[in-house]
């Protein structure tokens, strides 16, 4: 099943025109066969963050958002604290599964990744840090499968219709 994805780069340094990272995962998505809704670029700035999210997490033709960038510890990096409130619920399981993952290339370091996941709106959400190795782990090792709706015993796709069932 195709699925309508946005991509957000976060960034005080980048531009479109290079950024390997935003590049990396737009070729993978379009190469499994999902569609790039939009693409966009903002500064390491919360409000502006949540502010480009909000749009796509409102907007009913977006079903998935990847960000990449302002996952670290520096002063303005701030994604994670700028993505959380706007989720309904965090899938805590990414940001284990990515941090082992990383381990296996960047050793230790990777306990510096604050990247998460989760949901809002019924729009499933990835922040991912900026490092073009980063967003090709989380992509190859981990979204693709949990994005392709023939990955068993459970995928996010087959979630999808559900996730803005009300709780009981």
């Avoid at 960000?67 to 604290?81: A, I, Q, V």
């Avoid at 949990?146 to 990955?151: C, F, Y």
Wanted: net charge negative.
């Amino acid at each position: 099943m195709a699925l309508s994805i946005a991509l957000l780069t976060v960034s005080d340094t980048r531009s479109l025109a290079d950024d390997r990272s935003g590049d990396a995962l737009q070729q993978r998505l379009e190469a499994a066969g999902h569609r790039l809704a939009e693409r966009g670029l903002v500064p390491d700035n919360r409000y502006r963050i949540r502010a480009e999210l909000s749009r796509w997490i409102a907007d009913p033709a977006v079903q998935v958002v990847i960000s990449s960038g302002g996952t670290g510890l520096t002063g303005r990096d701030g994604t994670p604290e700028a993505v959380a409130p706007l989720l309904d619920k965090t899938i805590e399981g990414f940001g284990e599964l990515f941090r082992v993952l990383s381990f296996e290339t960047i050793g230790t370091s990777s306990l510096q990744s604050r990247c998460l996941a989760g949901v809002a709106n019924g729009t499933v959400i990835f922040v991912l840090p900026g490092s073009l190795d980063a967003v090709e782990t989380a992509w190859d090792r981990l979204i693709s499968a949990q994005l392709n709706d023939t990955t068993r015993p459970c995928n996010l796709v087959q979630l999808l219709p559900r996730l803005t069932e009300p709780a009981e």
